[in-house]
């Protein structure tokens, strides 16, 4: 997930200013009347104004965003200094539990719902809850995220709520024929939902490319510059949304020509991170590219794909990782994602939300996250 030897690249952005708003606090109460308010003035970009993180207590990346009950919950990774030492696979993200926010408006108050799920109340955890998911179906709200079982190998959990803001229960073993990290659910207009996950790197993808877990296999990706790259799975879900319907796919990525994207290909590839939303019929898969720090999505006819490259949706935040998701809201569709404003450490991020914006033929205008234009 981390590249220690990119760390040249944040000599290409400025260090951000700003000073972190009170102590971090890891612990919050489960309990609805212990809820914190924060004031998120200002949240979206203006003529005058960037993004702001969402809230300053706490540490937060890799935010899901849904509309539930005509509100907007985002499920963030919930970042904290651990003591770990950094390395490629992304020790030093080292999370423990999941804190839930939600919206009433998009430049509206903050409401952090506090702990969501704990890794302790996790029976087949081990360490590093990485970014989460959530779905809703049937009156129950799902929770999926990916952590490492006590072999050190990532796999996708789910955990279960008859509230949005939790808390969730773990189900007792992980979701069969899962593996790798960044979970993102899409349910389509027919009620049919599906998981796309995976991550190369720290997020093991590339261990998984013979169908079995290869505990030696490489750390990053492939070495095969001229070959299909990697790419991120789809699965359907079950009708209780607790397990996969069929075994995982690869999401088939080609360029304008029909050709698969390619190993070498880094300003285009997948990385991590991916993400699926519907627009006039066309589905929108977007994704991280990882090590050069794009936003960039494709479009497909089906859930399935394969999806055309399109372009950039996100130039690089500050911070060495980028992650996001994308939601309608009130007509107006929005892009969440974080950055490094409020610590200037890639391991404690924050996260932001601005608008998005389409040109006639649904082509995503590129955002410069920095830029007040």
């Not at 990119?6 to 700003?18: D, Q």
């Not at 590339?206 to 699965?235: C, F, H, M, V």
């Not at 990525?253 to 991916?274: Q, V």
Request: glycine share 10%.
């Amino acid at each position: 997930m981390i590249n220690t030897r990119k760390l040249s690249y944040l000599a290409l952005v400025v260090v951000v200013s700003g000073v972190f708003l009170g102590a971090c606090q890891s612990n919050k109460s489960k309990t609805e009347s212990n809820e914190k308010d924060t004031v998120a003035s200002d949240t979206t970009a203006s003529a005058n104004a960037l993004p702001k993180p969402l809230v300053s207590d706490i540490y937060t990346a890799d935010p899901s965003a849904h509309v539930f009950n005509g509100k907007i919950y985002i499920y963030p990774s919930h970042d904290i200094d651990a003591g770990v030492k950094e390395d490629d696979e992304g020790a030093h993200f080292a999370m423990q539990d999941y804190h839930i926010l939600s919206m009433d408006s998009i430049n509206g108050k903050v409401t952090d719902h506090g702990v969501g799920l704990d890794i302790k109340n996790i029976p087949w955890a081990g360490r590093q809850l990485w970014a989460p998911d959530a779905a809703y179906k049937n009156g129950m709200y799902y929770l999926y995220f990916p952590v490492k079982d006590k072999s050190d190998v990532f796999r996708m959990g789910v955990a279960t709520s008859k509230s949005p803001s939790g808390p969730f229960k773990a189900e007792p073993t992980p979701i069969a024929g899962s593996y790798s990290i960044d979970p993102a659910v899409f349910t389509d207009t027919d009620g049919q939902a599906y998981m796309y996950f995976g991550g190369i790197w720290g997020g093991q993808l590339q261990r998984w490319a013979t169908g079995k877990y290869e505990k030696n296999g490489s750390k990053t990706d492939l070495g095969t510059d001229k070959a299909p790259a990697l790419s991120a799975k789809i699965a359907r879900l079950s009708k209780d949304m607790l397990h996969f319907d069929e075994v995982a796919k690869d999401v088939k990525i080609i360029d304008k020509n029909g050709k698969p994207l390619l190993g070498g290909d880094h300003d285009r590839r997948f990385f991590e991170g991916g993400w699926m939303h519907k627009y006039k019929d066309k589905y929108y898969f977007s994704y991280s590219t990882g090590d050069t720090h794009w936003l960039v999505y494709a479009v497909g006819n089906s859930p399935y794909g394969p999806f055309t490259y399109q372009g950039v949706i996100m130039k690089p935040v500050k911070g060495w990782t980028t992650h996001h998701s994308i939601v309608e809201f009130k007509g107006k569709w929005y892009i969440f994602y974080h950055d490094t404003e409020l610590s200037g450490k890639t391991h404690l991020r924050n996260v932001k939300v601005t608008e998005l914006h389409r040109e006639a033929d649904g082509t995503i205008e590129p955002i410069d996250p920095y830029s007040t234009k």
